[in-house]
């Protein structure tokens, strides 16, 4: 099954107010509220691409896929690469805990990811 799921990527870009920050890029709050919330059958093409730029992401990035019990896929279909194994963490969390003095080392590596 194929799932809208915009939690992943608020969480992987630490925003603590999704609705807000939604309502703030141009949705309306019972739009907002209908994306976060589940309750949406379709999305359009303009909304994704809202959210995408927004964000800074794909639209791959939005969905994940789980196997319907009874259809299963070929290992190499590319519906498989949409499977979440786990909930990402904060960046924020993880930066918590590194020590002061090895911040620099962190911050050059997401320099080099960024610019490379």
Same mark, same amino acid.
């Given at each position: 099954?194929?799932?809208?799921?915009? +939690?992943?990527?608020?969480?992987?870009?630490?925003?603590?107010?999704?609705?807000?920050?939604?309502?703030?890029?141009?949705? +309306?709050?019972?739009?907002?509220?209908?994306?976060?919330?589940?309750?949406?059958?379709?999305?359009?093409?303009?909304?994704?691409?809202?959210?995408?730029?927004?964000?800074?992401?794909?639209?791959?990035?939005?969905?994940?896929?789980?196997?319907?019990?009874?259809?299963?896929?070929?290992? =190499?279909?590319?519906?498989? =690469?949409?499977?979440?194994?786990?909930?990402?963490?904060?960046? +924020?969390?993880?930066?918590?805990?590194?020590?002061?003095?090895?911040?620099?080392?962190?911050?050059?590596?997401?320099?080099?990811?960024? =610019?490379?």
């Amino acid at each position: 099954m194929l799932i809208f799921k915009l +939690s992943r990527i608020f969480a992987l870009r630490g925003i603590d107010k999704p609705f807000a920050y939604l309502v703030r890029i141009g949705f +309306s709050r019972a739009t907002a509220s209908n994306l976060l919330n589940d309750r949406v059958i379709q999305v359009k093409v303009g909304q994704l691409e809202t959210i995408c730029r927004a964000l800074n992401c794909t639209p791959n990035d939005l969905f994940e896929w789980a196997p319907t019990e009874g259809r299963p896929l070929a290992e =190499n279909h590319p519906l498989n =690469n949409l499977k979440r194994e786990k909930t990402p963490a904060r960046l +924020s969390q993880i930066v918590k805990d590194i020590p002061v003095d090895k911040l620099h080392m962190v911050e050059e590596l997401l320099n080099q990811l960024k =610019n490379g």
